[in-house]
């Protein structure tokens, strides 16, 4: 079974074995800004993936948590800039940073 995989103006044809999936990302602008081919886009299933989808209640009440933290430490310190910073980050950020605060913790 054969598969003609492209990009840009190069393609080839590839083996592929009878079970072989495709998964295409697409950003929702480049969706919605018609950037996308429309038969490109006709050829695959449609799912919107989301950082809620990814991240899992694990995670999610991680990121709760840096977050309460980081209002309550720009409340003390009167800096709303703070606040902003540290609430614009990405959930995968806020579980970056949660993952070495622990580390810092049993370590110390």
Request: net charge negative; proline share 3%.
């Amino acid at each position: 079974q054969f598969c003609r995989l492209a990009l840009g103006s190069e393609s080839t044809s590839c083996i592929v074995h009878r079970d072989f999936k495709a998964v295409l990302l697409v950003d929702e602008e480049d969706v919605r800004a018609n950037r996308v081919p429309p038969p490109l886009l006709n050829r695959f299933d449609k799912f919107r993936l989301t950082r809620d989808v990814l991240l899992g209640d694990d995670l999610e009440d991680v990121q709760r948590g840096v977050e309460d933290w980081a209002r309550r430490v720009a409340s003390a310190k009167q800096d709303a800039a703070v606040a902003f910073e540290l609430m614009s980050m990405r959930g995968s950020q806020h579980a970056h940073m949660q993952a070495g605060a622990d580390q810092e913790f049993d370590a110390g």
